[in-house]
Nanobody, 115 residues
Framework: QVQLVESGGGLVQPGESLRLSCAAS????????MGWYRQAPGKQRELVAT???????DYVDSVKGRFTISRDNAKNAVYLQMNSLKPEDTAVYYC?????????WGQGTQVTVSS
């Protein structure tokens, strides 16, 4: 059974940082493309960042230069370092794992940026 469990969300003030973690189990982690998505209230889920099995990363324009995605295949984990957080980053953040037709999601972790 595949599980993706996110952690690290919380309430922070604008300009502060958070580090999200996603622990994966039940899959051959190293071959999956991993990603972080987010969904704000009343909005569609959007892609934030992805990282391939070869550590190639890509980001949505709104987070470039502020967020960094990384993975640790030995720990079956993917991370999202979020710096200089803005109120518009407020959303539920979801971990995603994709390999060919296989597509898995975590339950999400809430990130709230507010003064």
């Amino acid at each position: 059974q595949v599980q993706l469990v996110e952690s690290g969300g919380g309430l922070v003030q604008p300009g502060e940082s958070l580090r999200l973690s996603c622990a994966a189990s039940g899959l051959h982690f190293s071959i999956y493309r991993m990603g972080w998505y987010r969904q704000a209230p009343g909005k569609q889920r959007e892609l934030v960042a992805t990282i391939t099995r070869d550590d190639s990363a890509d980001y949505v324009d709104s987070v470039k230069g502020r967020f960094t995605i990384s993975r640790d295949n030995a720990k079956n984990a993917v991370y999202l370092q979020m710096n200089s957080l803005k109120p518009e980053d407020t959303a539920v953040y979801y971990c995603n794992a994709v390999f060919l037709h296989l597509n898995y999601w975590g339950q999400g972790t809430q990130v709230t940026v507010s003064s």
